[in-house]
């Protein structure tokens, strides 16, 4: 919750409690109505069902998964760039030292 939010959640219930409103009536309200707004949310996106638990289970798997993957591509990526590079500072080093030379 925003500190928007809360703030003007905080002035309607001390208002409330002016007029007469009992606070634990006013935070009972509170309460379901946010238990309202998540649930019809939770609908909106498709995860009011039982099944919705494992789904997003399963999905964060997948996403670790993916990002794990990501990962160990970049690192493989960058180990064959570093052994291209120092094959080819081998070379040039076998070139400048005469090895061609050495080998005929």
Known sequence: ???????V???LMAQGASEGA???????VAE????????RALARLGLDDPAAA???????ELLAAWRDAKKSLWK?????????GLALVLTGLAAKLGFWAWVK
């Open 22 to 28: 009992d606070l634990t009536t006013l935070r009972a």
């Open 1 to 7: 919750m925003s500190a928007g939010t809360g703030a």
């Open 32 to 39: 379901e109505a946010g238990e309202l707004a998540a649930a």
């Open 76 to 84: 493989a990526v960058l180990g064959w760039i570093v052994r291209i």
């Open 54 to 60: 494992k789904d997003m289970a399963e999905l964060r």
């Open 9 to 11: 959640l905080a002035q």
